[in-house]
């Protein structure tokens, strides 16, 4: 098995998901005992929230790259950053490291064109949801996105960074995000991308009106599937 590296911190909620999906892939797919060969660094998430709130995507992706770097010193062969937002510095972390970088975009597209799935609504942050690091990606593979909603954007951002990224699962949230499916559904959705990792605390990707293609379900099959190559 290939060593993966894991950009972690963004936030500890999604490197636990991350750190436990994988290894229970590989052992599904190695052998029973077997474990996944990973360094992770787990970066502090208030320093990346404090350049966030001042626009500073320069410092961030200072922040990233400099982990990059560390993993890549420490073994690591190919990296994952288990974040979708921060993936707007992904080119920059690319350049800076002489391993690939497992874009989690290119993992859900390559999905979804596998399941011939053509058109659909986009669940993420603000950034994610309304710039073009991320929809341009997906679109790159074939896959329609309906148009962000100002409403739904000011809500599922709110959603994930004053309840999510805190550890709160509200059932109140459970109740607007299933809302908001529904009437993706009605607006000519054929699926829902949740493009948030911490999301699927309050989504549950089997009981909606839509399929709901996991971001990080399906990157963490991606970081499985290489380190088994």
Known sequence: MRTLGLIGGMSWISTRAYYERINKMVQKRAQPMASAPMVIDSVDYSRI??????????????????????????GAEAIVIAANTMHKVYDRVAEAISIPVLHIADAVGDAMAEAKCESAALLGTRFVMTESFYRQRLVSHGVDLLPPDPNDVELVDGIIYKELMLGRVTRDAERQLKTIITMKEKQGADAIVLACTELELVVDTDANVLPVFDSTDIHCRAATDWILE
């Open 49 to 74: 929230a404090t350049a966030k709130n001042n626009d500073d995507w320069d410092c961030i992706a200072a922040i990233l790259v400099e982990s990059a770097r560390k993993l890549e010193t420490a």
